[in-house]
């Protein structure tokens, strides 16, 4: 009898505006669901004292990460303040590989590469109740000035027009509410036909090795 294929992972991909709380969500995720595979990033940045290479980070050189990207093994890649940051592909393949789920905390611009790259992710947007409950949180955060508050204002109400490009939108409203709904969309994501057809593929193996 031959063994049950398993299936490959899912790559659950999370971005929103800055402020929706993207972040205390996929911190839920990954206490709820202990297997769930997290991509680590490459970066050009030096390590942070305690930081770990291909823990924390794949810490890599500019030369290094230029050729990586000329050999288009990034999902997505961005330069921010002249250090390079990326999702290198082929860590996030074998982990899917292997039949582990593996999240991506990224922001929208990241999230729309790797779309390109991995249409097949589940790509989840991460809103607030309203623009007001935005501000408040942005506010409450004490950490910005007015200033910058106003920036991200205007920058999230932008960000919140590439909705449509997301499989699903989650508002959230109580963080764990949000997180349990992400839970139950990745639940149903795992009986899509596309990913659940090898069951059928080995009902009918069976059933020929029973006519043998």
Known sequence: MGEMVKPQGILLVVSGPSGAGKGTICSMLREQLPDLGYSVSVTTRQPRVGEVDGVNYFFKTVDQVKEMIARDEFLEYAEVYGN????????VMDLLASGKDVLLEIDIQGALQ????FPEGVFVFI???SLDELYDRIYKRGTDSAEVIERRMASAASELSFAAKYDYIIVNDVAEKAAQRVLTLMEAERYRVARTYFIVDEICKKKQEIKE
Do not use: I, S
């Open 127 to 129: 809103v607030p109740p």
């Open 114 to 117: 790797v779309k390109e790259h």
């Open 84 to 91: 390079y940051y990326g999702t290198p592909r082929q860590y």
